[in-house]
């Protein structure tokens, strides 16, 4: 547990390295790597007290986030996708199946203690800013929509389910701008719709009854969200509200 991952940063606070190692690593480079920053102040330790293992994972996860320069995916220049922890690795250099299979299984099982308050504001105070004004080359693009395609999410665990269920409890996201409405509707037009995409949804619906958990929760929704016409004296869910009265209704003097 003696195991750290540390990062290179610029002077305006983007890392550009991202490794891992124990002891004096971080402040150490042979020839031929890279150049750690002059201002010891600008290398800061990500996350310490780790395993081999899980030192080289979060180095892997750090460094897809980042991206890399050489890859025109993002700013870092690290030459590999880390997690490998091998000293003086050369571009294209992947991960043997035994390798891969050693760490799946240390893996099994474990989950990640979730990162400390300050490990956290370090790397928030390294995002500011870094993408502003920055936009990725067709060609990234390009790499980044291949590597996604036909990747299928997991499906949420019913723990995780019910933690969504009771975080969204009561919440209710506000009217969109007009400014917002324009842009959505700018964007949409001319778009055709995907026909598999809607004839799959109308199928997935298509003779669906909602179970009794499900009415309870849209008829609570429904009586929290009605709203008393101060026109017309009627109560109506908020959007025949929004269309019917108020503003829209008969009973409004004119």
């Keep these: 547990m003696n195991y750290y991952v540390y990062a290179y940063l610029r002077n305006d606070g983007s890392p550009y390295y991202i490794g891992k190692g124990t002891k004096n690593r971080a402040w150490s480079k042979g020839k031929g790597e ?14 310490d007290n780790l395993t081999n293992v899980g030192a080289l994972a979060i180095e892997r996860r750090l460094i897809r986030w980042y991206g890399r320069k050489d890859l025109g995916t993002g700013i870092l220049r690290n030459q590999t ?16 199946k035994e390798t891969k299979n050693k760490i799946s299984i240390a893996h099994k ?6 990162m400390s308050l300050e490990s956290k504001q370090k790397l928030s105070d390294s995002m500011k800013g870094k993408n502003l004004g920055k936009t990725k080359s067709i060609e990234a693009k390009i790499k980044i929509s291949l590597s996604l395609r036909n990747r299928k999410r997991r499906p949420h665990t019913e723990e995780t389910k019910q933690k969504l269920r009771e975080i969204n409890l009561g919440k209710h996201r506000a009217p969109f701008t007009d400014e917002h409405k324009h842009r ?38 429904m009586e929290k969200g009605k709203t008393t016409c101060e026109h017309c004296g009627k109560t109506a869910t908020l959007g025949n509200y929004r269309r019917w009265h108020g503003i829209n209704c008969r009973s409004k003097q004119h």
């Design 81 to 96: 996708d880390g997690g490998d922890g091998g000293k003086g690795a050369t571009k294209g250099n992947t991960l043997s």
């Design 34 to 47: 890279v150049g750690k920053p002059t201002d010891n102040s600008r290398i800061i330790i990500v996350e």
């Design 109 to 114: 099982g474990k989950k990640r203690g979730s």
């Design 184 to 221: 959505i509707s700018a964007a949409l037009k001319g778009k055709p719709k995907d026909r598999d995409a809607v004839e799959k949804q109308r199928q997935k619906i298509l003779g669906r009854t909602p179970s009794s958990e499900e009415r309870k929760a849209y008829l609570a929704a």
